[in-house]
Nanobody
Framework: QVRLVESGGGSVQSGGSLRLSCAAS????????MGWFRQVQGKGREGVAI???????YYADSVKGRFTISQDTLKTTLYLQMDSLKPEDTGMYYC????????????????????RGQGTQVTVSS
């Protein structure tokens, strides 16, 4: 079972940038789809960005052109570069992983992952 630990959250003003990192306890090179989702207290989860086992990427419409998901070459660290942040991007951001080889669109829509981290808070002020 892979363990995931997020870092890089914080408070930033609207228009600013943050880079989230997610350290995995083992390489996620084989068969893993990885992703980020966020949750605002009292609301449901929202899939933000996915990178599947073939390294194809998927983004929520709300973050396209502003966020970039990537991995290091060893596939042990997942990143989310967040630029042009908006107050509506505020939330707890979770790193997640799954080996069931569903489509990237499925993970984006459902946030149904086998594993997830503890989350890191992102707060964007206007």
């Amino acid at each position: 079972q892979v363990r995931l630990v997020e870092s890089g959250g914080g408070s930033v003003q609207s228009g600013g940038s943050l880079r989230l990192s997610c350290a995995a306890s083992e390489s996620t090179e084989v068969d893993y789809s990885m992703g980020w989702f966020r949750q605002v207290q009292g609301k449901g989860r929202e899939g933000v960005a996915i990178i599947d086992s073939r390294s194809a990427t998927y983004y929520a419409d709300s973050v396209k052109g502003r966020f970039t998901i990537s991995q290091d070459t060893l596939k042990t660290t997942l990143y989310l570069q967040m630029d042009s942040l908006k107050p509506e991007d505020t939330g707890m951001y979770y790193c997640a992983a799954d080996r069931r080889l569903y489509s990237g669109g499925y993970y984006l829509r459902t946030t149904d992952f086998q594993y997830r981290g503890q989350g890191t808070q992102v707060t964007v002020s206007s």
